[in-house]
Every structure is written in C-alpha cells, then in structure tokens.
C-alpha cells in the first residue's frame, strides 16, 4: 500500500458550512489508515470511513451520527498540487460538499 493520504487531515473549509460550524463540535479532521478504515468529524458528524486506495486518491463509504441521528453516504478525497486534499463528501439523499484539508502537522503519509 502506497497512497499519499494515509494519515491525519484538519479540514480547514467547505463550500457550504463555514469554519464555525466545521469546528462546532471539535477541530473538524479527516483521518485515513491504512487498515481500510477511517473517521470523519466536523459539525456535529462523526463516522466511521471504509476505505479504497490509490496512490493520491481514496474513495469511501461512511456511516456515523449528526446531531444523533444515523446517516452515511459517500466521497472522495483527491491530493493537489499543493499538498492538500480535496474531498468530495455526500449525505445518503441528502448534502453533498467540497471540503478542503491540509495535512496535521503532527502527522506523516505511511
């Protein structure tokens, strides 16, 4: 396994939450293992990840809870150029957003 985005990502903005409400409920992040699993929290949301890999790009499903009710969905999370990801996430009929995140500097690709 040799994907570039294994590791802890702090999502700094979406397309349509601002930063308050990315951060409502702790410092929103992505993290990526390496075992095909992963987490998600921002807003009130926490899931879990399944993972796919590639070398710069992983698709995923997730499941968890916002504000304590179930939902899951799907993205995508794509490395640019200039060391941050993209993420394409979408609630199961619902939301769908364009989150930006920059590597945790207390984190390394694996």
Known sequence: MNCKLVGRWRIVE???WDRQYLDLCGLATLIIRANGHGEIAFGALQ????????RASVGFT??????????????SAELLDDGSIEIEFAYHN????VLKAKRDTSSTAC
Request: charged share 35%; aromatic share 10%.
């Open 14 to 16: 979406a397309d349509i």
């Open 47 to 54: 899931a879990g990840l399944d993972v796919e890999y590639s």
């Open 62 to 75: 997730w499941k968890g809870f916002d504000e304590m009710d179930e939902v899951s969905g799907d993205g």
């Open 94 to 97: 619902g939301n769908e957003a």
